[in-house]
C-alpha cells in the first residue's frame, strides 16, 4: 500500500468512530459539511463523559475519593490539550466555556496594562471573537487598527509592517481562516510583532480541527480553542505562555494562588465536558496507531523528540492534514469544472496554504437560495459570512458578504465530495431554469 492509500484507508476506517455520521435526511445520507462550526464526536467521548456521570460526578474541595479523582482527571486533561497544541505542560493550559470567552478574558486582563495612546492591531481576516473584544478597548482612548488583506483574502505583510512602526502592544491574529481556509504564517507574525515589542494573541480554533498545532514553534503569547471543533464537546481552552503569565501585570484573578494559567479556571467547570476533551484525545491516539498500522511513518526526528502522548496525538493531526490534502485537491478540481463558481481564498496552486474549508458562489444565484436547496438534498453547509464578517465583506461584496461555505475534515471522503458535486450540478441547474 502506497502512502495515498494507507491515508485513505486510515481516515476512511475512522468515520466509523463516529456514530453521528450514519444520520439520514429524507432517506438519504446526510453530507455533513459544517465542520468548520463545529465537528461531530467519536463514540470515545460518549463513553467518557458517561463514564463520569457514573464514576467522578463531584465538586471540587471536598475529602471525598471521588473529588480527588474528579480533580486528577481535569489535570489530566489539561495535560492532553498541552500535547495537542505544543504548550510546556499542563500549568499553560485554562479550560473555559469557549474560546470568544478567552478572547474577552485576555483583552480584558491585558487591557488592565494598556494606557490611553497604546497601540492594538487586529486583522480583517479574523472571526469576531478575536476582534471585537479589542474593539472594547478603543473606548478608552486606545487605538485599535485593522491589518488589510488583499483582494484574495491574504493578510497584507507590507501592511503589517507599516502598523508595526507604530510600535503596538498587541496583536491579535488567526492562525487560519474559518471563511477562506487560507493557513497563516503565525511563526512570522509572530517574530515581527516580538521584534516590534507587541505579543500575540492568537486565534487557533480554525487551525486545530486540521493541522498539528505547536504554539512553542509559532512563538505565540497567547491562545484559544474550540474543543467542540476538535472532535469534542462544546467547550474551549486557552493557552498562555508561562513566561508572559509571571510578567501580566495586569493579572488579577486568585492572584495568592500563583500564576499557572489554570487560575483563568473560575467558578465551577464543565467537568464531563472536560472528560469528554479527553476521549477526543483518545480518539486522535487511535488514529495514530490505526495509521501506523497502516505502514505511515512518522519522521522520527520531529516527531520521535516529543513525549509520547504528544507525539501521539499531533503525530494524528499531521497524517490528517496529509490527507486533507487529498480532499482539497479532489475538491478543487471538481470545483475548477462547476459552473459559474467564484472562490475566494487560496486557488489548486496553492493547495498546501490552505485547509478543506471553501467558500464560494455561484454567478447569477442567491447565496441563501443555493443554501437552502442543497440543505433540501441532504448538504448540511452553511451560508453566510460565519462571523468572519469583514473578510467577507470584502470578498463577497457583489453578494453582500455572504458566501456558500464547504467544510470538511479527515472523516469526510472522496465519495462524498463526488455526491457532491452531483447534487450541486442539479440544484444549479434547477435554480437556474427558476430564474430564467
Ligand atoms: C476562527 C474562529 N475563531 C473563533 C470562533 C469562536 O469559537 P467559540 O465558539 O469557541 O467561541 C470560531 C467559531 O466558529 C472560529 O471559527
Known amino acids: 500500500m502506497n502512502q495515498h492509500q494507507a491515508l485513505k484507508q486510515t481516515f476512511e476506517h475512522a468515520r466509523t468512530y463516529f456514530p453521528s455520521l450514519g444520520n439520514t435526511y429524507k432517506g438519504r445520507p446526510v453530507l455533513f459539511f459544517d465542520n468548520s462550526a463545529g465537528t461531530q464526536v467519536p463514540q470515545f467521548v460518549i463513553d467518557r463523559v458517561t463514564d463520569y456521570y457514573i464514576h467522578r460526578n463531584a465538586q471540587?474541595?471536598?475529602?471525598?475519593?471521588?473529588?480527588?479523582?474528579?480533580?486528577?482527571?481535569?489535570?489530566?486533561?489539561?495535560?492532553?490539550?498541552?500535547?495537542?497544541?505544543?504548550?510546556?505542560?499542563?500549568?499553560?493550559?485554562?479550560f473555559g466555556q469557549n474560546a470568544t470567552n478567552f478572547f474577552h478574558l485576555y483583552a480584558h486582563h491585558l487591557g488592565r496594562d494598556l494606557r490611553a495612546g497604546d497601540h492594538i492591531i487586529i486583522t480583517e481576516a479574523d472571526h469576531h471573537a478575536n476582534v471585537n473584544p479589542w474593539l472594547e478597548l478603543a473606548e478608552r482612548d486606545i487605538h485599535v487598527h485593522v491589518w488589510n488583506v488583499d483582494s484574495q483574502g491574504n493578510l497584507d505583510f507590507d501592511h503589517y509592517e507599516k502598523l508595526?512602526?507604530?510600535?503596538?502592544?498587541?496583536?491579535?491574529?488567526?492562525?487560519?481562516?474559518?471563511?477562506?481556509?487560507?493557513?497563516?504564517?503565525?511563526?512570522?507574525?509572530?517574530?515581527?510583532?516580538?521584534?516590534?515589542?507587541?505579543?500575540?494573541?492568537?486565534?487557533?480554533v480554525q487551525a486545530a480541527s486540521h493541522i498539528a498545532m505547536d504554539v512553542k514553534a509559532a512563538?505565540?503569547?497567547?491562545?484559544?480553542?474550540?474543543?467542540?471543533?476538535?472532535f469534542g464537546p462544546h467547550m474551549g481552552f486557552g493557552y498562555i505562555n508561562r513566561d508572559r503569565l509571571e510578567r501580566l501585570e495586569g493579572w488579577r484573578i486568585q492572584k495568592e494562588l500563583g500564576k499557572d494559567a489554570y487560575f483563568f479556571e473560575v467558578?465551577?467547570?464543565?467537568?464531563?465536558?472536560?472528560?469528554?476533551?479527553?476521549?477526543?484525545?483518545?480518539?486522535?491516539?487511535?488514529?495514530?496507531?490505526?495509521?501506523?498500522?497502516?505502514?505511515?511513518?512518522?519522521?522520527?526526528?520531529?516527531?520521535?523528540?516529543?513525549?509520547?502522548?504528544?507525539?501521539?496525538?499531533?503525530?494524528?493531526?499531521h497524517f490528517a492534514h496529509l490527507y486533507e490534502q487529498q480532499l482539497t485537491n479532489h475538491f478543487l478540481a471538481n470545483l475548477a469544472e462547476a459552473e459559474g463558481v467564484i472562490l475566494y481564498g487560496k486557488n489548486a496552486a496553492h493547495a498546501d496554504e490552505r485547509l478543506p474549508v471553501f467558500s464560494f458562489n455561484i454567478e447569477g444565484i442567491e447565496t441563501d437560495m443555493l443554501g437552502h436547496a442543497l440543505n433540501d438534498a441532504g448538504?448540511?453547509?452553511?451560508?453566510?459570512?460565519?462571523?468572519?464578517?469583514?473578510?467577507?465583506?470584502?470578498?463577497?461584496?457583489p453578494f453582500g458578504g455572504s458566501a456558500l461555505r464547504i467544510s470538511l475534515v479527515h472523516y469526510n471522503t472522496v465519495e462524498e465530495i463526488d455526491r457532491f458535486f452531483n447534487i450541486l450540478s442539479n440544484v444549479i441547474q434547477q435554480l437556474k431554469s427558476r430564474v430564467h
Do not use: C
Not at 498541552?82 to 510546556?88: E, K, M, S, Y
Not at 512563538?219 to 476538535?230: E, L, M, P, W
Not at 448538504?379 to 461584496?397: D, F, P, Q, S
Open 219 to 230: 512563538g505565540v503569547d497567547f491562545a484559544a480553542f474550540s474543543t467542540y471543533k476538535i
Open 379 to 397: 448538504v448540511e453547509a452553511r451560508t453566510g459570512n460565519y462571523l468572519a464578517i469583514n473578510l467577507m465583506k470584502r470578498l463577497a461584496a
Open 164 to 204: 508595526l512602526a507604530l510600535k503596538p502592544k498587541i496583536v491579535a491574529a488567526g492562525w487560519a481562516s474559518n471563511a477562506t481556509g487560507t493557513i497563516h504564517d503565525m511563526k512570522r507574525i509572530t517574530a515581527m510583532a516580538h521584534e516590534a515589542g507587541a505579543l500575540v494573541v492568537a486565534d487557533g
Open 60 to 94: 471540587k474541595g471536598t475529602i471525598f475519593a471521588r473529588t480527588a479523582e474528579m480533580q486528577q482527571t481535569i489535570v489530566d486533561a489539561r495535560q492532553l490539550a498541552a500535547d495537542l497544541v505544543g504548550a510546556a505542560d499542563h500549568t499553560e493550559i485554562a
Open 267 to 317: 467558578g465551577s467547570q464543565n467537568h464531563e465536558g472536560i472528560e469528554g476533551f479527553i476521549g477526543s484525545m483518545e480518539y486522535l491516539t487511535r488514529l495514530t496507531k490505526d495509521a501506523e498500522a497502516n505502514g505511515l511513518v512518522l519522521d522520527e526526528a520531529l516527531f520521535g523528540i516529543l513525549r509520547p502522548s504528544r507525539r501521539n496525538i499531533a503525530g494524528a493531526m
